[in-house]
């Protein structure tokens, strides 16, 4: 049996790893384990009575919470998501926090349904933040990856349009110049 306090590697306390680990007791039930140090300090609790404890606190979330900010941000790919409450009709769209692309939620609440998760809203013009009923489309995701081809051949060829057309200008001046 280990002595309080003892230290040994990972691999001698029958842990994985490369650190060391110390043979602690739990100051509620008083068995001993082996116990990883964090940021210099030992756990007091082993794992049951820590859960225990951990099980007795209440905790504030929603509006209640100081950094409730109206139940709906931006993702980083650039979607705004909002809070659905399980009370809600267009509860059973949400993610795995509770939350739903907002242009998903407009769709649906247009349609009266709920929609599928095969089901994609395409923002016609672009922009994933403009999520009006009129810039909204449902499509199958075949017919999603077609428009979003020639959503970009377009926006190339508009490209090399305005870049041919300042060509021209260009060439223009020369021609008035000489």
């Not at 210099?40 to 951990?54: D, F, N, T």
């Not at 998501?81 to 407009?106: A, K, Q, W």
Request: hydrophobic share 30%.
């Amino acid at each position: 049996m280990p002595q309080l306090g003892e230290i040994r590697k990972a691999r001698e306390a029958g842990k994985l790893g490369t650190c060391r680990f110390t043979w602690a007791t739990c100051i509620d039930c008083g068995r001993g384990r082996w116990t990883k140090a964090e940021k210099g300090k030992l756990p007091l609790r082993c794992y049951s009575c820590g859960r225990k404890l951990g099980g007795s606190r209440t905790y504030v979330t929603g509006s209640n919470h100081p950094s409730w900010k109206g139940g709906r941000f931006k993702s980083v790919g650039g979607y705004t998501y909002i809070r659905v409450y399980p009370d809600d009709f267009f509860y059973s769209m949400v993610n795995c926090t509770g939350y739903v692309f907002e242009h998903r939620l407009v769709m649906a609440k247009h349609l009266g349904r709920c929609l599928h998760s095969w089901e994609i809203v395409h923002h016609k013009n672009g922009i994933k933040t403009d999520n009006r009923i009129e810039n909204l489309q449902l499509v199958s995701d075949d017919k999603h990856t077609q428009i979003s081809i020639l959503e970009g051949k377009i926006n190339r060829l508009l490209k090399e349009q305005r870049g041919l057309k300042q060509e021209i200008r260009l060439l223009h001046r020369q021609l008035k110049v000489v």
